[in-house]
């Protein structure tokens, strides 16, 4: 009876490890979540120039969101306007890097994201240069790791 319980707990372990397998952190990123990524990064572009707007006024004042921030929405609209033409086109072959990851970084602030990035270095580097103690020589690709 013992050897029947010990059997049967081997393989309950043994079928626990293998549907671990069956959805490894990869399969996060698909083709077909790559082409839903590049639909809406492709129609929703537009919607990036208000965004910057608002964020601009609210960080710099009425003055750079009348200028600076109409610019800069225009622009990153227009990228994720092309990011999401090339999501589509590309979307059943994995172009980035070898793998399904979206070309374009997240604009979510995940909360460990900046522990992660002091921990490599490169946002204390980043903040140094924001502050403007280092010099000119000191730019954002030598911080890299």
């Known amino acids: 009876m013992k050897n029947l319980v010990v059997a049967a707990l081997i393989i309950g372990l043994a079928r626990s490890c293998f549907a671990d ?3 490894p ?10 082409l839903g990524r ?41 990228t994720r306007h092309i990011t999401g033409f090339l999501e589509i086109l590309l979307w059943p072959v994995p172009a980035w890097r070898q793998s399904y990851y979206p070309l374009l970084p997240s604009d979510i602030p995940w909360i460990h994201t900046a522990r992660l990035l ?18 000119p020589e000191d730019r954002l690709e030598a911080c890299l790791p």
């Open 38 to 78: 590049g639909l809406s990064n492709f129609f929703l572009a537009p919607a990036e120039v208000p965004v910057t707007i608002a964020k601009i006024n609210q960080d710099e004042g009425n003055a750079a969101a009348g200028g600076y921030g109409v610019v800069r929405g225009l622009g990153r609209a227009g």
């Open 21 to 23: 397998i069956q959805d």
């Open 118 to 135: 002091r921990k490599t270095g490169v946002l204390a580097c980043h903040d140094r240069q924001a502050s403007g103690l280092s010099g």
């Open 25 to 34: 952190p990869s399969n996060d990123y698909g083709p077909t979540r790559k």
